[in-house]
């Protein structure tokens, strides 16, 4: 029984670095993709690790930027002000391959980013962000919160809408295959991004 080719990324750095950017770009398009919903990691106001879920929306290779939206009342929003630094990571079975990427994350609220990204945003995604109390918030039982009628949601959420964009500083990538594994890893500097294998 024969094998799959190995991937021409497989021993060719540049070739890998090209291909973890294709494959977030895929992840923001596709809901399919096991890039489309990455994990967050942030730091609590307790000084504990935070993580969720959250929709990938723009993977910008020349900007090194992954782009995500939240409410701004929620706990990921004030996590983000009080400490920038955050971790997002996501792995795709079909592909087998874990991106993990690290870096320092811009909330944008009343500015160009939040007012472009709310106008891209659909009618059914605007709905969320006007629910009330705010996310988070405890509950007498499990359905005592209200969202707006999606016909005129379109500005109910929008004071609640943020934008967050993250300045990637470090990007790790894990090609999982039995003829041998193939990691890599990039740091970011003013210079540019240097990268080099890793041990798997």
């Known amino acids: ?7 021409p990324f497989y021993d060719d750095l540049d070739a890998t670095f090209a291909e973890l ?9 596709h809901g399919r993709s096991g890039f489309h919903l990455p994990g967050l990691a942030t730091l609590g106001a307790d000084g504990a690790p935070r993580l969720r879920t959250v929709v990938l929306r723009a993977a910008d290779a020349a900007a ?3 782009r995500f939206h939240c409410d701004r009342r929620s706990d990921k929003a004030a996590e983000i002000l009080a ?3 955050c971790a997002l990571a996501a792995y795709d079975d079909a592909a087998k391959v874990q991106i993990r990427a ?3 994350a ?5 500015d160009a980013v939040a007012d472009g ?5 659909r009618p059914m995604s605007r709905v969320c962000y006007g629910s ?8 007498a039982a499990g359905g005592a919160y209200a969202v707006p009628d999606p016909a005129v949601a379109g500005t109910p959420g929008r004071p609640h809408f943020a934008v967050v964009v993250v300045a990637v500083e470090r990007l790790d990538f894990l090609y999982l295959d039995r003829r041998g594994h193939r990691r890599a890893a990039w740091r970011r500097s003013e210079a540019g991004w240097q990268g080099s294998w890793l041990a798997p």
């Open 1 to 7: 029984m024969s094998r799959a080719p190995l991937p």
């Open 21 to 29: 950017w294709r494959m977030l770009a895929d992840g923001v398009a």
């Open 64 to 66: 090194g930027a992954l």
């Open 83 to 85: 400490h920038p630094a």
């Open 102 to 104: 690290e870096g320092r």
């Open 106 to 110: 811009g909330l944008h609220t009343d």
């Open 117 to 121: 990204a709310w106008a891209e945003s």
């Open 132 to 139: 009330e109390p705010a996310p988070g918030t405890g509950l």
